[in-house]
């Protein structure tokens, strides 16, 4: 449904009106930096949703004049007003200065991309930027062997192209001060819905949203949006972007498309949104059409891009997507390409002594390329192997599953901390509801809670391990085995939560993606902060998977318990 587009100069008076309240704090926050005379500092952004956003700086007396030169300077930029789609307003509200040298060692021992700071080069406020504007532009640099710092080639080069203003002088760096500055900010499309944006922490900047039913699923579909429109006519995919200058990652790997499929689905199925369903079998398709080889009665996945290796990751999670698609469609078309590729996991990667899997085959001989590349492989396998056997009701499959797990179990597996063993361990014990598999999927889960609970970076396999894990727990009480000391089930639930809100903080909303070149191309996805902001669709799929299973399995399950005790 296409929503209300109000004009533009009602959107302006309802945000007129909502910075009105900041006004004063905002001049008594500054009053120390501009002494004598108070000041008010605004910066207005504005963008078509197609093109970086126009920012413009007003400073004045009151919020009145600040908001007059603002906009003026912003009118002659873009003076077609129903281009203005998303509109932002940052009122600076503390300024504190500091040397380029302070700067810099304030710097050091932070990831790229987490200094939250705007900066101004002058004491005027003539160059300021936000912090928002030095990551659209990817100022923050790290070159090799190099401390973090700024790009001022990048920023000058912004500063006359886009700011319409004269470069930094060349002595900036050997400046007694520079300006760092926090604000209060709002938003508002052109729905005219003035949103009120967090000003502190990690959701600096970014719309406050309660974890409800209603939001996760609009994160979902929306994500599940992003990956559809980045599928090409031949079912392949655009891998991802660097949205600082809209550069198109060139790299490519078939297990993380086969994953993105996976994800798809389980997009649909928790939204019910058919457009993104439907666009799946076209990408099965370029998968069975560009890179299977057949062995006898055995498929494998080739990755082309990727000196031609077979990963068991890939046979796996092609399985899982080809499972996944059956059970939801009730189509079993691709159902033997499933079992030939569960042929290939059980006959030539898994050793049959040891139930230990290899990882890489070489793609012409199909000889071991590598007996380990990453924990992932495996927990995918047995993963894939159990769905399969829930459609199909092989017993191999079933039988060489639990051989696998047994390994895992024998070797300490549940050290690795992984969301994909933490997934097979849940659905293992379906069929052998066993103590120590149990204990498995428990250390698997609860061993690094700390960690998991105070990491900064969204890192969205965490929900998914998390999730597994509680899921876990649901089937030992269901199958009459009480959780042992000391794992404590309100920690894990309490992780949950703060997972689940921590990763919608990488969430491209329109008041972040509208700083990068093309922001509609990025609007709905997810990013990697401390990789340039970073948006590949594997990394899409993971905050997908995380939130299909954070939807079905606490926030309906809260709100189904909610209405019963309104009853």
């Not at 945000?15 to 006004?23: D, V």
């Not at 398709?285 to 498929?299: C, Q």
């Not at 899982?320 to 009730?330: G, H």
């Not at 990763?503 to 509609?520: H, I, S, T, V």
Request: glycine share 6%.
């Amino acid at each position: 449904m296409t929503k209300l587009q109000v004009p533009t100069e009602r959107v302006l008076a309802n945000l007129r009106q909502a910075a009105a309240a900041l006004e004063g704090e905002a001049i008594d926050g500054t009053s120390s930096h501009f002494r004598r005379k108070p000041k008010l500092v605004l910066i207005v952004s504005v963008s078509d949703a197609q093109t970086r956003a126009i920012c413009a700086t007003g400073v004045g007396n009151t919020l009145d004049t600040a908001w007059r030169a603002a906009i003026a300077h912003l009118r002659k930029r873009m003076p077609d007003e129903n281009r203005w789609q998303w509109i932002k307003i940052d009122v600076v509200h503390s300024i504190r200065f500091a040397t380029p040298p302070e700067v810099l060692a304030e710097l050091s021992g932070r990831r790229r991309n987490y200094f939250r700071h705007g900066i101004a080069f002058d004491p005027n406020f003539n160059t300021a930027l936000l912090e928002q504007e030095l990551n659209g532009i990817a100022a923050w640099v790290c070159d090799a062997g190099r401390p973090l710092g700024l790009n001022f080639e990048r920023i000058n080069r912004y500063l006359q192209t886009s700011r319409k203003q004269p470069p930094l002088s060349s002595g900036v760096q050997q400046q007694p001060a520079w300006y760092l500055f926090d604000t209060k900010s709002l938003f508002s499309d052109r729905t005219g819905e003035v949103r009120i944006l967090a000003d502190c922490g990690f959701g600096q900047g970014l719309r406050a949203a309660p974890m409800v039913a209603d939001e996760i699923e609009n994160l979902i579909d929306n994500a599940g949006l992003y990956l559809t429109r980045q599928m090409r006519d031949d079912g392949s995919f655009v891998y991802g972007y660097f949205p600082a200058y809209d550069a198109v990652i060139p790299t490519y790997n078939i297990l993380r498309h086969c994953g993105t499929l996976y994800a798809m689905l389980e997009a649909w199925e928790a939204t019910g949104n058919g457009e993104i369903g439907r666009h799946v079998p076209r990408g099965i398709d370029h998968v069975l059409r560009t890179a299977m080889r057949r062995d006898g009665d055995r498929l494998f996945v080739v990755d082309h891009a990727n000196h031609g290796e077979i990963k068991l990751g890939a046979q796996a999670v092609l399985v899982l997507t080809i499972a996944k698609f059956t059970s939801l469609t009730r189509d079993a078309r691709y159902l033997p390409v499933a079992r030939a590729l569960a042929n290939g996991i059980v006959e030539r990667f898994l050793d049959p002594a040891s139930g230990a899997f290899v990882h890489v085959l070489q793609g012409e001989a199909l000889a071991v390329k590598d007996r380990f590349r990453i924990v992932f492989y495996d927990g995918e396998a047995v993963l894939a192997l159990l769905r399969l056997h829930e459609i199909d009701r092989d017993p191999l499959w079933l039988t060489s599953a639990i051989k696998a797990f047994e390994h895992f179990i024998r070797t300490d597996h549940w050290k690795h901390h992984d969301h994909w063993l933490a997934y097979c361990a849940n659905e293992i014990t379906r069929y052998h509801p066993e103590q120590r598999y149990f204990e498995f999927g428990l250390k698997n889960g609860f061993g690094n809670l700390p960690f998991i609970r105070e990491r900064e970076t969204a890192y969205p396999t965490f929900l998914e391990l998390l999730m597994a894990t509680l899921l876990l727990v649901d089937t030992m009480k269901t199958t009459g085995n009480p959780l042992p000391p000391p794992y404590d089930v309100r920690a894990l639930v309490e992780a949950i939560d703060h997972r689940a809100e921590h990763q919608r903080l990488g969430c491209f909303y329109p008041e972040m993606a509208m700083y990068f070149k093309a922001p509609q191309r990025i609007a709905g996805s997810f990013f990697s902060r401390h990789h340039a902001f970073r948006v590949r669709i594997d990394d899409v799929e993971h905050f997908i998977s995380g939130y299909c299973l954070y939807l079905h399995n606490v926030v309906r399950i809260r709100q189904r318990m909610s209405r019963q005790c309104e009853r």
